[in-house]
């Protein structure tokens, strides 16, 4: 009774069944097209919205990157990309700009991303109004009715509290002007790298069965009040410890010999590629 | 450095999977797929039931790769499963027609066609039986051998016995209402996700799927005081019911022409729930309801707590949980809860990352609002 796999894991009709939820998504950017989500073999909550994304629009000559919060090694990372490469053999690469499509979860990398790419985001939690309503029926009838008053709400108690917004990752965006969506949890650092991209980015949620999309070059602004302007995820005065970059999202770490914190790149192959190019000015430089 | 969490990754997984593997076959034993599927009967009709895939192999197999662990057995059937190409939908089947092996009713003693008690644990005592660590085959078969030639002095009915329903005897006293059959077709909650309000199909197949411990759970908490329905149970009944596909391109249906493609062995029950409605003169009046419960195999306690969520969301007005749609079909999946659950394991670093940068900036600046 041994089965074989096909390519891309899934049986032909569930690929077109994905396909089609995921052309709706993109007509309607923001909007939470609901989807037959498959159990898939990796465990729900670990990204089965974004493989299923993955493997019904991969095809043979495309080049796949994982990243898991920001790392291309993390072990989740290297989980999902041994599943899709088992079962289509596409090449794997890690460096942001050699790959077609890259899925991740929590992070948008650094490099810009172009029209030649498909960034396929991990989501835990689709519904931006979850926290202000708990019934499905509910939150589909204030997105249907554009009554958004919850979200407002949420970021203006907080000021009420804490005298400012205090958002963590996902903090909510109003795409194309009309719908109110759930950023997946990046962080707010990359809440504006969506605004006006140039690559199409697909969200998919497995446990919730949602997928939608922003297509490319569509307008995605943060919540904000005009007293109280959306603010990114503070790094001043710190850098990257090994490449020297400032301009990027930061890990924290602490060193176990000082106990002193430490930042270091988030996005790990934006870390290396700067890293290489270094080495490689040191090395050229050498052999004058 | 603090950093080995997230690099190397790939040697870590490969390590894990091999110590995992060391784990399963360190005790130099093997279990066979038979000895699971005669030995662990219950177990295997559990993971069918909630991995809505009916194959005691395909079951039997997900048992011994998971070493045993429901959620992992269940996982692995479901993930199969989608691998699958769905090409018929059987037809409908009526349970009368169930070559019942046990069934009874805890509402009359004398229910027509009599009570089958079946096999059953019920009335066993759950004392640990010490012989079973010396059970041998020869003792078996002597068991065996002894066993049918008790059966051989009983007399074998001429031909098989179809049990009417109990609900039907009320019915003709007018105790229950009459229903027009709904011949809707039902909604396939594999092909379309949930919309709610749910179809009572859609209900039901959740449902029938659900991680046997949260239906019953759920069906306990609405029984013991959060929730309105307090049922008689009717009927369970518990046995095998023949499957048809019909072909699937010829335009004129016949019974005569479809396909058997095999027999399924279920529990059903049918629970009686009184409620009060206004009749024509606007009067209270007591009724009865039914509610349903089905599950792929021999799995009584499951089904009854189906029965009781199954009346209970037939009456969303109530403020009980156990009452709300979204509340009861959205939580009970195992693959979906134990999944969530579990990725609380993975790294959250950047989340968190950006958590704290929020809580740093509350309490660097900002003006708390003490009004």
Known sequence: MKTKTQFAFFDEGSKKEIRRAILKAVCIPGYQVPFAS?????????????????????????????????????????????????????????????????QSRHRIPEVPLTKEQILVLQVPEPEPLRKVEAREFMTKILHSENDYSGAWLMLFEQIMKYGRTATGADHPVYVNNRYVMAPSPIPRFDNPKMHQSEALILLGAGREKKIYAIPPFTD???????????????FEGKHCHLCGATDVFLDELADNQTGESLFQCNDTSYCMDRLNAVEKVEVEGSYV | MGYVAVKGGTNAIEASIKR?????????????????????????????????????????????????SMEEAVFLMRAHRSTLPRLYYSQ?????????????????????GG????????????????????????????????????????????????????????????????????????????????????????????LTRGQTGAVTSLGYAS???????????????????????????????NMEDEFYIGDITITEVESFVPVTVKNENNEQELEFEIGYGVCYGQNETKAIAMSILDQCLEDPESNFPTHDEEFVLLHIDSVESTGFMSHLKLPHYVTFQSKLDSVRQVKKGGHINED
């Open chain 2, 223 to 253: 029984l013991r005081g959060y929730g309105q329905v307090h049922p008689t149970v009717g009927e369970v009944r518990v046995g095998s019911l023949p499957i048809y596909v019909s072909h699937p391109n010829e335009a004129e249906q």
């Open chain 1, 220 to 234: 995605v602004e943060s919540l904000a009040f005009d007293d109280y302007p959306f603010t990114v995820e503070s």
């Open chain 1, 38 to 102: 498959r159990e898939m073999p990796i465990a729900r909550g670990w990204g089965t919205g974004g493989l299923q994304i993955t493997l019904s629009i991969i095809g043979k000559s495309d080049v796949l990157k994982v990243i898991d919060q920001g790392a291309d090694e993390s072990v989740n990372a290297v989980s999902i990309k041994k599943l899709v490469h088992s079962t289509t053999g596409v090449e794997l690469v890690e460096r942001t700009q050699d790959a077609t499509i890259i």
């Open chain 2, 92 to 112: 409908t089947v009526e349970s009368e027609e169930m070559l019942v092996e046990r069934r009874i009713s805890a509402s009359f003693k004398d229910i027509p």
């Open chain 2, 115 to 206: 009570q089958l008690l079946g096999a059953t644990k019920d009335y066993t005592h759950r004392l640990l039986d010490f012989d079973l660590i010396e059970e041998n085959a020869e003792g078996n078969q002597q068991w065996l051998d002894d066993y049918l030639k008790e059966l051989e002095t009983i007399e074998a009915a001429e031909s098989v016995t179809y049990f009417p329903k109990v609900v039907d005897y009320l019915r003709e006293e007018g105790l229950f209402e009459n229903y027009e059959a709904d011949n809707t077709p039902p909604t396939d909650i594999t092909k379309q996700s949930l919309h709610f309000p749910a179809s009572r199909s859609a209900r039901l197949q959740v």
């Open chain 2, 20 to 68: 995992l593997k060391y784990e399963r076959l360190k005790g130099e034993e093997i279990i066979e797929i038979n000895t699971i599927l005669s030995s662990m009967r219950s177990m295997v009709d559990q993971v069918m039931s909630e991995s809505s895939l009916y194959s005691p192999y395909l079951a039997a197999l997900a048992i011994k790769q998971a070493e045993g």
